[in-house]
């Protein structure tokens, strides 16, 4: 799964802006669309509500006559986005839209209508398994330029829209804000949506105590993409844990501590065979940070030992439980997206979805984490489609 890139939208609309730097040596006057980026995404979540999209259209040179300008749906642009940008999506119903002004005049002496809704109905009605276009273009008497139509993409709204990059960075408890469900665990799985972007670094931790038992890529013998359990009594891994770089990968790990026997989920699909510790626990994660380097270790997110040990790239839905998931569990659909925060046996639930500040929020017991810095917050459409 790759992060969302917007620079195709950005290259077609300055070549149309271009063309319209062109067309105006061509033609006394005419209409066309002043944004650069003319491709709007509509997000349809579960709901009827009405949701508004906006067009507007400048002249190439002002008038002495007041000028009409017509707004009107263009089903015959819906080939023509698909075909430049590889896609197959659906014409949109005009059921489920309607432009609040379809004539708007541009008084004479002025070169803009300003802004024109679009507004999106009936939502709840639509079927948004699939993606749906709905082009608008502009007219008046003189005619348009080549960048007279704007884009509206309706889909299913994301289940994650933004995540945190951890790099150089990390996520403690808040102080005296230990994590009392995290104590004595006999049983635990680990689940989280990750993005490495590089492996930097021998050592790089995606989360626990270090010393105690810790789930971190890399060691002295271990590629530094490879995920190895760090315990009190010994570390296993295996050589198919190894995590593929700038792309999402759905997570899990699961241990119990009466067997020892500790499996890695990528995507929903076992890695390798199951491994067994010589650790028998229990676990205890209910540890605030202490001194790094004489005292007691704490829980981190992103962090064991120093800072040069960090995870270099983005992370979201991160949980913990006090019970090993089945395989059928982690394969439900959706549920590396999304779980109910009063799950049986889930402990904590940090979604890294704030967008703003230095916390990161538990959603299951209160337990929320303070980052080192404030991370960046990295706008993103999962699961992919």
Same mark, same amino acid.
């Not at 939208?9 to 005419?30: H, K, R, W, Y």
């Not at 276009?133 to 348009?144: D, E, H, R, T």
């Not at 299951?364 to 489609?385: F, M, Q, R, T």
């Given at each position: 799964?790759?992060?969302?890139?917007?620079?195709?939208?950005?290259?077609?609309?300055?070549?149309?802006?271009?063309?319209?730097?062109? /067309?105006?040596?061509?033609?006394?006057?005419?209409?066309?669309?002043?944004?650069?980026?003319?491709?709007?995404?509509?997000?349809?979540?579960?709901?009827?509500?009405?949701?508004?999209?906006?067009?507007?259209?400048?002249?190439?040179?002002?008038? @002495? &006559? @007041?000028?009409?300008?017509?707004?009107?749906?263009?089903?015959?642009?819906?080939?023509?986005?698909?075909?430049?940008?590889?896609? /197959?999506?659906?014409?949109?119903?005009?059921?489920?839209?309607?432009?609040?002004?379809?004539?708007?005049?541009?008084?004479?002496?002025?070169?803009?209508?300003?802004?024109?809704?679009?507004?999106?109905?009936?939502?709840?009605?639509?079927?948004?398994?699939?993606?749906?276009? *709905?082009?608008?273009?502009?007219?008046?008497?003189?005619?348009?330029?080549?960048? @007279?139509?704007?884009?509206?993409?309706?889909?299913?709204?994301?289940?994650?829209?933004?995540?945190?990059?951890?790099?150089?960075?990390?996520?403690?408890? !808040?102080?005296?804000?230990?994590?009392?469900?995290?104590?004595?665990?006999?049983?635990?799985?680990?689940?989280? *949506?990750?993005?490495?972007?590089?492996?930097?670094?021998?050592?790089?931790? !995606?989360?626990?105590?270090?010393?105690?038992?810790?789930?971190?890529?890399?060691?002295?013998?271990?590629?530094?993409?490879?995920?190895? !359990?760090?315990?009190?009594?010994?570390?296993? &891994?295996?050589?198919?844990?190894?995590?593929?770089?700038?792309?999402?990968?759905?997570?899990?790990?699961?241990?119990?501590?009466? &067997?020892?026997?500790?499996?890695?989920?990528?995507?929903?699909?076992?890695?390798?065979?199951?491994?067994?510790?010589?650790?028998?626990?229990?676990?205890?994660?209910?540890?605030?940070?202490?001194?790094?380097? @004489?005292?007691?270790?704490?829980?981190?997110?992103?962090?064991?030992?120093?800072?040069?040990?960090?995870?270099?790239?983005?992370? %979201?839905?991160?949980?913990?439980?006090?019970?090993? !998931? &089945?395989?059928?569990?982690?394969?439900?659909?959706?549920?590396?997206?999304?779980?109910?925060? /009063?799950?049986?046996?889930?402990?904590?639930?940090?979604?890294?979805?704030?967008?703003?500040?230095?916390?990161?929020? /538990?959603? %299951?017991?209160?337990?929320?984490?303070?980052?080192?810095?404030?991370?960046?917050?990295?706008?993103?459409?999962?699961?992919?489609?």
């Amino acid at each position: 799964m790759k992060i969302k890139s917007y620079f195709p939208v950005v290259l077609m609309a300055g070549m149309a802006l271009a063309s319209c730097q062109e /067309d105006t040596e061509n033609f006394d006057n005419a209409v066309f669309a002043p944004s650069l980026d003319n491709v709007t995404t509509i997000s349809v979540k579960a709901s009827s509500e009405t949701l508004t999209g906006y067009v507007e259209a400048n002249l190439a040179k002002k008038s @002495d &006559t @007041d000028v009409p300008v017509t707004f009107y749906a263009n089903p015959a642009k819906v080939a023509d986005y698909n075909a430049i940008y590889s896609k /197959d999506y659906l014409e949109l119903p005009s059921k489920y839209y309607r432009i609040s002004q379809s004539v708007v005049t541009i008084p004479a002496g002025a070169n803009t209508t300003g802004k024109v809704a679009v507004d999106f109905i009936n939502l709840g009605e639509l079927d948004v398994t699939s993606t749906y276009v *709905l082009p608008v273009s502009i007219s008046c008497p003189f005619g348009s330029l080549s960048n @007279d139509t704007y884009y509206f993409i309706i889909r299913e709204a994301a289940m994650v829209s933004v995540v945190a990059d951890l790099n150089d960075n990390f996520a403690v408890f !808040l102080e005296g804000n230990q994590a009392i469900e995290m104590d004595a665990m006999n049983q635990i799985t680990v689940q989280a *949506l990750l993005y490495p972007r590089d492996f930097r670094n021998q050592l790089n931790t !995606l989360m626990g105590i270090e010393g105690q038992y810790l789930l971190r890529f890399g060691d002295n013998g271990v590629p530094p993409n490879q995920l190895q !359990l760090a315990t009190s009594n010994g570390n296993v &891994t295996d050589a198919s844990w190894q995590l593929d770089t700038n792309s999402w990968t759905e997570f899990t790990f699961t241990f119990d501590c009466a &067997t020892g026997e500790a499996k890695v989920y990528f995507n929903g699909v076992k890695k390798g065979a199951t491994q067994i510790s010589d650790f028998r626990g229990p676990i205890d994660w209910n540890t605030a940070s202490g001194d790094i380097t @004489d005292g007691p270790r704490g829980f981190y997110i992103g962090y064991s030992y120093n800072s040069d040990r960090c995870f270099d790239g983005n992370m %979201a839905e991160v949980r913990v439980w006090n019970r090993v !998931l &089945t395989e059928e569990e982690i394969n439900q659909p959706f549920q590396a997206y999304s779980v109910e925060p /009063d799950s049986p046996g889930l402990v904590a639930y940090w979604k890294l979805d704030e967008g703003s500040g230095n916390l990161f929020h /538990d959603y %299951a017991n209160g337990y929320d984490l303070k980052c080192n810095a404030a991370p960046g917050w990295i706008p993103v459409a999962l699961p992919e489609k």
